[in-house]
């Protein structure tokens, strides 16, 4: 593919150019048979001589033109105005239920804190009046200097 360079080398020859010839493809039975299509042209093949002598021959390649971009299509204000309404609507939802799940669990704290300062009231209650009777600590009130004895008054 490349001359071989050596001393004995002959100078440097002209570069061939070579032209390609069109492949008809085989006809297959199962398959629609393929029609060849022929170009306007047939483009030509340039070889160049590189400065160690090799020769490169090829075709002259345009470079390749990207896709052009598609617009996206336009999203209507309405369906932009929806969207966000739902988002906004689950959002609102959410914190409903947690600003009702915290309230309850409030209220359940209070109402324990309740019954327990009912419960330690009632016990320190009990036991002043039935705690122990070996001191006699009481207040006698006289009521317009009466006396109560079984229910009855006395004066």
Same mark, same amino acid.
């Not at 493809?25 to 030509?44: H, I, K, M, R, S």
């Not at 966000?84 to 239920?97: H, K």
């Given at each position: 593919?490349?001359?071989?360079?050596?001393?004995?080398?002959?100078?440097?020859?002209?570069?061939?150019?070579?032209?390609?010839?069109? #492949?008809?493809?085989?006809?297959?039975?199962?398959?629609?048979?393929?029609?060849?299509?022929?170009?306007?042209?047939?483009?030509?093949?340039?070889?160049?001589?590189?400065?160690?002598?090799?020769?490169?021959?090829?075709?002259? #390649?345009?470079?390749?033109?990207?896709?052009?971009?598609?617009?996206?299509?336009?999203?209507?204000?309405?369906? #932009?105005?929806?969207? @966000?309404?739902?988002?906004?609507? @689950?959002?609102?939802?959410?914190?409903?239920?947690?600003?009702?799940? $915290?309230?309850?669990?409030?209220?359940? @704290?209070?109402?324990?804190?309740?019954?327990?300062?009912?419960?330690? $009231?009632?016990? $320190?209650?009990?036991?002043?009046?039935?705690?122990? !009777?070996?001191?006699?600590?009481?207040?006698?009130?006289? =009521?317009? !200097?009466?006396? =109560?004895?079984?229910?009855? $008054?006395?004066?």
């Amino acid at each position: 593919m490349y001359p071989e360079q050596s001393a004995h080398a002959p100078a440097l020859r002209a570069p061939e150019v070579h032209h390609p010839a069109p #492949v008809t493809p085989a006809v297959t039975p199962y398959a629609a048979p393929l029609v060849p299509v022929q170009l306007g042209a047939v483009p030509t093949v340039a070889s160049v001589v590189l400065p160690d002598g090799r020769v490169v021959t090829g075709y002259a #390649v345009s470079p390749v033109q990207p896709e052009p971009v598609v617009a996206k299509p336009a999203v209507s204000r309405a369906a #932009v105005n929806v969207a @966000l309404g739902g988002i906004g609507f @689950l959002a609102v939802s959410g914190g409903l239920l947690m600003l009702t799940t $915290f309230i309850a669990a409030l209220t359940a @704290l209070i109402t324990q804190l309740v019954i327990l300062a009912a419960v330690l $009231f009632g016990g $320190f209650t009990a036991l002043q009046v039935l705690g122990s !009777k070996s001191h006699k600590s009481g207040t006698t009130v006289h =009521i317009r !200097k009466a006396v =109560i004895k079984r229910n009855h $008054f006395h004066g």
